[in-house]
């Protein structure tokens, strides 16, 4: 074996009930490269990361670091042989200092009592050298998300590690803080770091990597070298066949407002701050209006208060030339309101329900379903279950009657789509429609959004994805900080200008 | 007034051992809802060797000895918390309530049994004597009765304070409150952090329950527990916003209150309003109510306290 490579992972085949999660793959990892790891949710990406970082054990196959043998049991072994990473969900403790995350672990110390002096240069130093502007004093809640991540960064090169992983870095971050990343990940591999990097995101892989390897399904597909290849090509390593980058949708045609937004103000739960502050919008048949933003802007409020979920503080909401302001959940769904929620356990299912009441949640009461006395008429729910799932391709276990909770992410996501769209509804409203769903999946969801939308029906869109957002939306507006920074038309509007307003760095005045 | 201030130290002396006892558990993230009960067992160990032990061997001897019983007493008894909660995953707020019935309950019948078979019959009661014995834990300056207790409140106080917030330990402690996979993920073992949280608060809770069964009377009758004060400590502890400093602020007040029920007799104030002992008495449990109503809604606990750690999920 040479010694070119700083991590070999060999075979490795790892097995769970009833999945073959790895299944014989080989992963070379050459000194100060990056080195992409692409594919689908599911494809076995995180498993393998878990077997490097020591967390899994395989059943097969070795792993080998500059061409000897290593045996990596727990994430210790892993901290020992300088492997860090950056996970994609941030471990940092909220109410500590960017310092004491950093030493956490690793503290300096004579006796047990901490020596932050001697750390507190050593970050410092390390902050500078790479250019990373971290004030080690600052509490971690008060910093940004790009910040944060900045931390997680230190906190490997403090320990010196010097094989990186990055788990899905980019998922939170701006299109700036995105640029700012990959230059980062490009000066650590200028100072001889190896770096892994695990996406699904096609763009980055060829903004930043060197190589990548590609599993689909648990197997090895295959190394190529990004130079010479292409994203149409990583593409069909990734998902199995060629995939339409492109969702196919005419010129929109929009005709009535169907929901009109006038000064909307809502407060977050248990805080008197306003998340959505004087809002105002309006929404046509026939058109997708997207809302783009980093997560956390009041995207969520905005959305609970048009649907119901939390009381509108000021403003009004007008459906159909009718104030539904103060109207009652249930009153809203009836009268033609549908939302596919971001939260599809909290508010989309009722996990523990089998899929046929699922489908029937918003329309128990109806006398198909209920009879006089209150017993519902399985037979025809039963019935009404099957028509939908053959309708929109709900796969699962046992049919109607298997509970939500064992469902895959896509198919709930399906069998919430089928409700909400059977509904005929004249506005639906959905809020991250393709979170966490893999490729065929998420071109299913787009072609539905859009064909409401050719149905003559008004979609409201909200997306923290951007490619998302420029494919399917008719007009973007952008929220940031509780308020609407900026009307977007996607043909002519870049990502790079959709970000700026994300970050805050732009707005316009506007009327609506 | 020296009476005051007297009952005053004494029995926020208490609640300082005990909210701190309290702290460390929720800091390492778990709710200690046993402290109750683990300040009776720890009374219980405390009074035992007291009691027993030889009034001979002297002074220090016996008040070293009681010192370590009831810590030691504390100790064994926060284990059941320990397995219960981090071993096993149960219910913290279940496994508490359980702690603190069966400590008063258990006590009762254990010092009703030695009594009964130490006087043949004669005597059924449930109260443990020590008059002689507590002598040696007091001693007088003027009209002040210094007792030795309130010299480990304050040292507790120091050392809580340094451990919390200078040391290794501390750091990770605190970081198993707040983010349990985040300390996993830097090689802290979170069981062993949490153990360490639990057992200290075995520790200064059964030192909280001698404290508070030797501040005023010569014996203790165990059927009585230990009248709610392990709940009065958890209500100083979130008063004190989980921190030793304003913990010990938090003790102060609460112990004022509490020492008013003793001494309201004896100020000349308080006696001409003519109000009856019992509202006195009341006093810390109505303040305690009233300060959780106005401050549990911007109190920050430890984000992870209360969930049972499980490496599977991440």
Not at chain 1, 26 to 44: D, F
Not at chain 1, 94 to 122: H, T, W, Y
Not at chain 2, 44 to 52: D, I, P, R, W, Y
Not at chain 2, 277 to 293: D, E, K, R, W
Request: proline share 3%.
């Amino acid at each position: 074996m040479s010694a070119n490579y700083a991590i070999e992972m060999l075979n490795i085949t790892k097995r769970f009930p009833g999945i073959i999660a790895n299944d014989n793959i080989t992963l070379r990892l050459k000194h100060g490269e990056i080195h992409a790891l692409l594919g689908e949710n599911g494809a076995g990406k995180s498993t393998l990361m878990s077997v490097l970082f020591g967390l899994y054990k395989p059943e097969e196959g070795k792993i080998l670091m500059d061409g000897k043998e290593v045996r990596i049991d727990d994430p210790n072994d892993a901290n020992r042989l300088g492997i860090g990473m950056v996970h994609q969900h941030f471990k940092l403790v909220e109410c500590f200092s960017v310092l004491d995350n950093i030493i956490l672990g690793v503290e300096p110390n004579k006796m047990g009592f901490l020596q932050k002096e001697q750390a507190r240069e050593k970050v410092v130093a390390l902050s500078e050298k790479y250019g990373l502007h971290v004030d080690p004093d600052a509490m971690i809640e008060d910093i940004t998300v790009g910040m944060q991540q900045r931390t997680e960064i230190l906190k490997m090169l403090y320990r010196e590690n010097n094989i990186l992983i990055f788990d899905e870095p980019t998922a939170v971050l701006t299109p700036q803080e995105i640029d700012e990343l990959m230059h980062i990940m490009r000066n650590l591999t200028q100072e001889g770091k190896s770096i892994l990097f695990i996406t699904h995101k096609l763009n980055e892989i060829m903004a930043v990597a060197d190589t990548c390897s590609v599993l689909r399904k648990g197997k090895y597909i295959g190394t190529v070298d990004v130079a010479g290849t292409t994203k149409e090509e990583l593409s069909r390593m990734m998902v199995g066949r060629d995939v339409d980058f492109i969702v196919h949708k005419d010129e929109a045609k929009p005709t009535d407002v169907v929901l009109s937004v006038e000064k909307l103000s809502v407060s977050s739960k248990g805080h008197s701050k306003k998340a959505v502050n004087n809002v105002s919008f309006k929404v046509r048949a026939g058109e997708i209006v997207c809302i783009a933003g980093i997560d956390g802007n009041g995207q969520t409020e905005l959305v609970y208060g048009l649907t119901g979920l939390l009381p509108v503080k000021d403003g009004a909401v007008i459906m159909d030339g009718k104030d539904i302001t103060q109207l009652a959940i249930r009153k809203r769904n009836v009268g033609g309101l549908s939302h596919i929620p971001e939260d599809r356990h909290k508010y989309g299912l009722v996990m523990d329900y089998s899929l046929e009441d699922n489908l029937i949640l918003q329309r128990y009461f109806e006398p198909r379903f209920v009879n006089n006395f209150g017993f519902m008429r399985r037979k025809n729910i039963r019935n009404y279950a099957n028509d939908l799932i053959e309708q929109y391709d709900v796969r699962s276990g046992q049919g109607a009657v298997t509970p939500a909770r064992s469902m895959s992410g896509g198919n709930q996501q399906k069998a919430i789509i089928a409700r909400e769209i059977d509904k005929d509804p004249q506005l639906l409203i959905a809020v991250q429609p393709t979170r966490g769903l893999d490729v065929g999946a998420i071109e299913y969801i787009h072609s539905q959004i859009v064909a409401q939308r050719d149905k003559n029906k008004a979609v409201l869109l909200v997306s923290l994805e951007l490619d998302e957002v420029m494919a399917l939306s008719d007009r973007i507006l952008v929220m940031y900080e509780g308020e609407i920074v900026g009307e977007l038309d996607p043909k002519t509007t870049t990502v790079e200008e959709l970000g700026l307003y994300m970050a805050g760095a732009k707005r316009e005045a506007r009327e609506v | 007034m020296i009476l005051l201030l007297q009952y005053t130290i004494i029995f926020a002396a208490v609640l300082l051992l005990v909210a701190l006892g309290g702290a460390f558990a929720e800091h390492s993230g778990v709710i200690n809802i046993g402290l109750e009960g683990i300040m009776v067992i720890g009374a219980l160990g405390g009074a035992l060797a007291m009691s027993k032990i030889n009034i001979e061997y002297g002074g220090f001897v016996i008040v070293v000895s009681t010192i370590v019983a009831s810590a030691a007493a504390g100790l064994i008894f926060s284990l059941f918390l320990a397995v219960a909660a981090i071993n096993f995953k149960a219910d913290q707020t279940i496994t508490g309530t359980a702690m603190n019935m069966l400590a008063t309950a258990g006590s009762t019948v254990a010092v009703k049994a030695m009594n009964t078979a130490a006087s043949g019959g004669s005597d059924v009661s449930s109260a443990i004597r020590y008059i002689n014995q507590k002598q040696f834990f007091i001693h007088r300056f003027g009209d002040f009765e210094f007792s030795w207790f309130m010299l480990v409140a304050v040292i507790a106080l120091v050392v809580a304070y340094i451990v919390m917030y200078k040391t290794r330990f501390g750091l990770r402690l605190r970081a198993c409150g707040e983010h349990p996979q985040a300390a996993d993920s830097v090689g802290i073992n979170v069981y062993k952090m949490r153990y360490a949280g639990v057992l200290i608060s075995g520790v200064l809770g059964g030192l909280g329950g001698i404290t508070f069964i030797t501040t005023g009377v010569s014996e203790w009758k165990f059927e009585n527990g230990v009248v709610g004060f392990g709940f009065l400590a958890l209500a100083v502890m979130i008063f004190g916003a989980w921190d030793p400093l304003r913990i010990a602020g938090a003790a102060v007040i609460f112990g004022l209150f509490r020492a008013l029920g003793n001494v309201h007799t004896g100020i000349p104030l308080l006696e001409h309003l003519g109000i009856p002992g019992a509202v006195y008495n009341m006093l810390p449990y109505i303040v305690s109510l009233l300060v959780l109503a106005f401050t549990s809604k911007r109190s920050r606990a430890p984000k992870a306290e209360g969930i049972p750690y499980d490496k599977g999920l991440r």
